[in-house]
Every structure is written in structure tokens, then in C-alpha cells.
């Protein structure tokens, strides 16, 4: 074999599944967060940062519908929008996570304002969705993979936030457990894309550097969060009134 021979389809799915120690649940910020270490108000802050997150995954799930020509497609990647933006009989991801800030003592107003995110964490969610909107669909659509490793992070909220945070309402935990069989059933549809597509050593080696891509998006969120609520150094602290 040479260097350049294209990796089995097993040996791709295992490559792409190694990356999951990139993965934001090995940052500092979520470490302290599974060790119960965060204050209110440091939960809080990631929450509402969070929040901007939430709302710009159907933004980045139509810019990808309306780069796909293939109908099939479409009609499974419609559900990602249904799930957040919500339809009769589901309020949606998004509402569920307006049900943590409040779980979590702020009000509907405090987390849909936008007033608490970091222009750090604005930043990298715009440059997912810019990637999102001008790449072929294939890739934007195959930089969702990091749903490969979500499910484990959203069963540690629900095993250990009853204990660390007791404080949090039992509302707050509808959007960890409604995610659990979503992202389980988006990455069986996203496997099928990406193993599909990528058949060159080439290609695959550029559908990791996609992969770093997306994980660099979630860990740079996770850094400006870290830097403003356990360093206590928000934008521009250093700079007088």
C-alpha cells in the first residue's frame, strides 16, 4: 500500500471518531463544569453564551439545505431545523434551552437578549455559519459530525447536575435528554453523507481538517468563556470607564 491509499470505510468512521479528544468536553471550562466546580453565575455565563449557539444551528442547517440539490437529502436534513426552531407538538431545542437559563435563575428576557455573549463566542458561532453557507454542501453538511461525541457530554449533565447543582430546576434538563436520541439519529444520517463522499485519501484527510475545523469552532467558544467567568477577565477589563 501506499501512503495515499484511501482508507476502508471502517478505518475512516475510526478516524473520524478519534478526533473526539479535541472534543470541547476535555476543556477546562466543561471539566470544571462536570466536577460541579462552577459558580451560579459562572453557569449562568456559559448558558447564555451557549444560547447564541443554539439559535444560529437552524441558520446553519438552511444555508446547507439551500446549497443541496439532492431532494432525498433535504427532506432528512428539515428535521434539524424542525428540532430546534420547533412545530406543533414540540416547542424545539431552541425553547428547551430558554428553559435552562430560567432552570438556572436568569429570565427569558436575560437569555434571549443577547446581552451576556462574549464577542469571542459570537465570532467563532459566525464563522461556523459563514463555513456553513459558502462550502459545498457535502462539507458543511459532514462538519456536524461533532454530534459523533455530543451524546456522551449531554449523559453526563443529566448523571451529575441533580447532585453538583441541585439549585437548577428539573425544566433545565429537557433539552440534554430531547438531544440524547436526536444527535444519535443525526449522526447516522451524517456518517452515511461523509462515508459516502469521501473516497480519495485526499478527501478524507480534508473532511478531518473539516472535523478540526468544527471542534476548533466549540473549544474557542469554551476559551472565551473560560477567560471571562473563572479568569475574571471579560472583553476589555483592562480598559478604564
Given at each position: 500500500?501506499?501512503?495515499q491509499?484511501?482508507?476502508?470505510?471502517?478505518?475512516?468512521?475510526?478516524?473520524?471518531?478519534g478526533?473526539e479528544?479535541?472534543?470541547?468536553?476535555?476543556h477546562?471550562?466543561h471539566?470544571?463544569?462536570n466536577?460541579?466546580k462552577?459558580?451560579?453565575?459562572?453557569?449562568?455565563?456559559?448558558?447564555a453564551?451557549?444560547f447564541?449557539?443554539?439559535?444560529?444551528?437552524?441558520?446553519?442547517?438552511a444555508?446547507?439545505?439551500?446549497?443541496?440539490p439532492?431532494?432525498e437529502?433535504?427532506?432528512?436534513?428539515?428535521?434539524?431545523i424542525?428540532?430546534h426552531?420547533g412545530?406543533?407538538?414540540?416547542?424545539g431545542?431552541?425553547e428547551?434551552?430558554?428553559?435552562l437559563?430560567?432552570?438556572?435563575?436568569?429570565?427569558?428576557e436575560?437569555?434571549?437578549s443577547?446581552?451576556?455573549v462574549?464577542?469571542?463566542?459570537?465570532?467563532?458561532?459566525?464563522?461556523y455559519?459563514?463555513?456553513?453557507?459558502?462550502?459545498?454542501w457535502?462539507?458543511?453538511a459532514?462538519?456536524?459530525?461533532?454530534?459523533?461525541?455530543?451524546?456522551?457530554?449531554?449523559?453526563?449533565?443529566?448523571?451529575?447536575w441533580?447532585?453538583?447543582?441541585?439549585?437548577?430546576?428539573?425544566?433545565?434538563?429537557?433539552?440534554?435528554?430531547?438531544?440524547?436520541s436526536?444527535?444519535r439519529?443525526d449522526?447516522?444520517?451524517?456518517?452515511e453523507i461523509?462515508l459516502d463522499?469521501?473516497k480519495?485519501?485526499k478527501?478524507?484527510e480534508?473532511?478531518?481538517?473539516?472535523?478540526?475545523?468544527k471542534?476548533?469552532?466549540?473549544?474557542?467558544?469554551?476559551?472565551?468563556?473560560?477567560?471571562?467567568?473563572?479568569?475574571d477577565?471579560?472583553?476589555?477589563f483592562?480598559?478604564e470607564?
Amino acid at each position: 500500500m501506499t501512503e495515499q491509499t484511501p482508507w476502508t470505510r471502517e478505518e475512516f468512521e475510526a478516524k473520524l471518531r478519534g478526533m473526539e479528544k479535541f472534543y470541547h468536553i476535555h476543556h477546562p471550562m466543561h471539566t470544571l463544569m462536570n466536577e460541579g466546580k462552577l459558580t451560579k453565575k459562572q453557569l449562568q455565563g456559559w448558558v447564555a453564551n451557549r444560547f447564541y449557539y443554539q439559535i444560529m444551528i437552524p441558520i446553519k442547517d438552511a444555508n446547507i439545505l439551500a446549497n443541496c440539490p439532492d431532494r432525498e437529502t433535504r427532506a432528512l436534513w428539515t428535521q434539524r431545523i424542525l428540532d430546534h426552531d420547533g412545530h406543533p407538538g414540540d416547542p424545539g431545542g431552541i425553547e428547551a434551552w430558554i428553559q435552562l437559563g430560567i432552570a438556572v435563575g436568569m429570565t427569558r428576557e436575560e437569555v434571549t437578549s443577547l446581552e451576556h455573549v462574549l464577542p469571542g463566542v459570537r465570532f467563532a458561532v459566525e464563522a461556523y455559519v459563514n463555513f456553513a453557507r459558502n462550502s459545498e454542501w457535502h462539507e458543511a453538511a459532514s462538519s456536524s459530525l461533532t454530534e459523533l461525541f455530543a451524546p456522551k457530554i449531554h449523559q453526563q449533565r443529566l448523571s451529575n447536575w441533580p447532585e453538583l447543582y441541585p439549585w437548577v430546576e428539573e425544566e433545565g434538563y429537557i433539552y440534554f435528554r430531547k438531544r440524547l436520541s436526536e444527535a444519535r439519529r443525526d449522526v447516522e444520517h451524517g456518517l452515511e453523507i461523509t462515508l459516502d463522499y469521501y473516497k480519495t485519501r485526499k478527501e478524507q484527510e480534508r473532511m478531518l481538517e473539516i472535523l478540526k475545523f468544527k471542534l476548533n469552532v466549540l473549544w474557542s467558544m469554551a476559551d472565551a468563556m473560560y477567560m471571562a467567568y473563572i479568569n475574571d477577565m471579560p472583553p476589555y477589563f483592562n480598559v478604564e470607564d
